[in-house]
């Protein structure tokens, strides 16, 4: 059983940064692929990145890539979302899961647990 919890999000403006924070409980975190999703209001939740269990490989969406970088660091039980030059369609609720093949990770139905999520909100 793995527990997650997001935190870090708030309200930036447009060209700013934020560093989201998701932390695990439990032994095994470092057999979890991690990954991150979101879902904007009135819309689906989506891929946003992925990372492996050791942090080899990462995986993003590209309406992410070049801005958000995925990390992890096994020995805090934390993985993290650092978003640069955010912009206001990022606004959205953050979400970080625990999945179970790191191929599989842009699919929200291979994730074995999730978070609570954390809003993130870019003003314009």
């Known amino acids: 059983q793995v527990q997650l919890g997001e935190s870090g999000g708030g309200l930036v403006q447009a060209g700013d940064s934020l560093r989201l924070s998701c932390a695990a409980s439990?032994?095994?975190?470092?057999?979890?692929?991690m990954g991150w999703f979101r879902q904007a209001p009135g819309k689906e939740r989506v891929f946003v990145a992925a990372?492996?269990?050791?942090?080899?490989?990462?995986d993003y969406a590209d309406s992410v890539k070049g801005r958000f970088t995925m990390s992890r660091d096994n020995a805090k039980n934390t993985v993290y979302l650092q978003m640069n030059s955010v912009k206001p369609e990022d606004t959205a609720v953050y979400y970080c899961?625990?999945?179970?093949?790191?191929?599989?990770?842009?699919?929200?139905?291979?994730?074995?647990?999730w978070g609570q999520g954390t809003q993130v909100t870019v003003s314009s």
């Open positions: 439990g032994r095994t975190f470092s057999s979890y692929p």
């Open positions: 990372i492996g269990r050791f942090g080899v490989g990462t």
């Open positions: 899961g625990a999945g179970r093949n790191f191929a599989t990770m842009r699919v929200s139905a291979s994730y074995d647990y």
